[in-house]
């Protein structure tokens, strides 16, 4: 099992980015993924997770910023990232638990700066 994150980048203050984790060696349906995140100098927090039947929880901190989708068919889980601000900064991951193991995928990092 191995996911890839990517979709990262240079962002402004109140502006927009996609990332996509892309599973592979498992199949996504039946199964939710969860996303993390890591400040510079923080340590890694849970943020959100869209389920297996694609209900969605955040936390209270990217609520109604933060959206997450899923395309079973595609194997891949979308994060839309809108209103950014510099406390969004960070690398941003994602994670399945698949057969009682987690399986991160390897960061994918976003920086919101002017």
């Known amino acids: 099992v191995q996911l890839q994150a990517f979709g990262g980048g240079l962002a402004q203050p109140g502006g927009s980015l996609r990332l996509s984790c892309a599973v592979s060696g498992m199949r996504l349906s039946g199964n939710g993924i969860n996303w993390y995140r890591q400040a510079p100098g923080k340590e890694r927090e849970f943020f959100g997770v869209?389920?297996?039947?694609?209900?969605?929880r955040y936390l209270d901190s990217v609520k109604g910023r933060f959206t997450f989708s899923r395309d079973d068919a595609k194997n891949t889980v979308y994060l839309q990232m809108n209103s950014l601000k510099p406390e969004d900064t960070g690398v941003y991951y994602c994670k399945v638990t698949y057969q009682l193991k987690d399986y991160w995928g390897q960061g994918t990092l976003v920086t919101v700066s002017s």
């Open positions: 869209i389920t297996m039947e694609s209900r969605t």
